[in-house]
């Protein structure tokens, strides 16, 4: 028996919102982050991080980030995509465990 996720319009709307809305990053750099991957190799160790609970980001790797180039928005939204496509991962496996779809 399937159940449908009560709450899946709500999230359909978070993932609009946070990877289709305009930005100082494009859509596709966005959605690469939320993905697993990242739109650069420079931001990969940083977005590796921001999906895993246990790597204990600290505030040089931002430092760092900001040393190569990268300005705080693309920081943020880009570590924003990440920790909602790491979310919606564990969610999503969640829901499914549960007989929803997910």
Do not use: C, N, W
């Not at 809305?21 to 959605?31: D, H, L, Y």
């Not at 790797?61 to 920790?83: N, Y």
């Not at 790491?86 to 929803?100: F, I, K, N, T, W």
């Amino acid at each position: 028996m399937t159940r449908s996720d009560p709450h899946a319009g709500l999230v359909d709307a978070l993932r609009t919102a946070v990877l289709g809305s305009a930005g100082v990053t494009t859509p596709e750099a966005r959605a690469a982050a939320a993905g697993g991957g990242a739109p650069s190799d420079a931001l990969a160790p940083f977005l590796a991080k921001v999906r895993d609970p246990s790597s204990g980001m600290t505030e040089r790797d931002i430092v760092e980030l900001r040393d190569g180039g990268h300005t705080e928005e693309e920081i943020f939204e880009l570590t924003v995509a990440a920790a909602l496509g790491a979310a919606l991962q564990r969610y999503e496996r969640a829901v499914a465990s549960m007989g929803g779809e997910g």
